[in-house]
């Protein structure tokens, strides 16, 4: 009995250990904004993990505030495509209309 005790503690150590080791949680939307954010508020973005419960695309406004959006609305898509050829540089730009 005193070896299973022993045995089970060791294994939840180890657990415990593992996940303090892994570092910062990651960053998950549990809600979606409800409204559509102002496009010129919205400087960069990033999808969230796949480690979170639901999906999500956390945006960055200008203010340095954080807002999650569902993936799925077409504002979402559209801000998401837009930013990603404002954020590729000019000469990456021109490339893709040639």
């Given at each position: 009995?005193k070896?299973?005790?022993?045995?089970?503690?060791?294994?939840?150590?180890?657990?415990?250990?593992?996940?303090?080791?892994?570092?910062?949680?990651p960053?998950?939307?549990f809600?979606?904004?409800?409204?559509?954010?102002?496009?010129?508020?919205?400087?960069?973005?990033?999808?969230?993990?796949?480690?979170?419960?639901?999906?999500?695309?956390?945006?960055?406004?200008?203010?340095?505030?954080?807002?999650?959006?569902n993936?799925?609305d077409?504002?979402?898509?559209?801000?998401?495509?837009?930013?990603?050829?404002n954020?590729?540089?000019?000469?990456?730009?021109?490339?893709?209309?040639q």
């Open positions: 009995m070896v299973l005790v022993a045995t089970i503690f060791v294994l939840l150590c180890t657990m415990a250990l593992c996940s303090y080791v892994q570092g910062d949680p960053t998950c939307c809600t979606y904004t409800p409204q559509k954010i102002p496009r010129g508020k919205v400087v960069n973005y990033f999808k969230t993990s796949s480690q979170c419960p639901r999906p999500g695309i956390v945006f960055f406004t200008r203010k340095d505030q954080l807002v999650c959006a993936p799925s077409v504002w979402v898509q559209d801000y998401i495509k837009n930013l990603e050829l954020l590729r540089g000019p000469e990456r730009k021109s490339q893709i209309h």
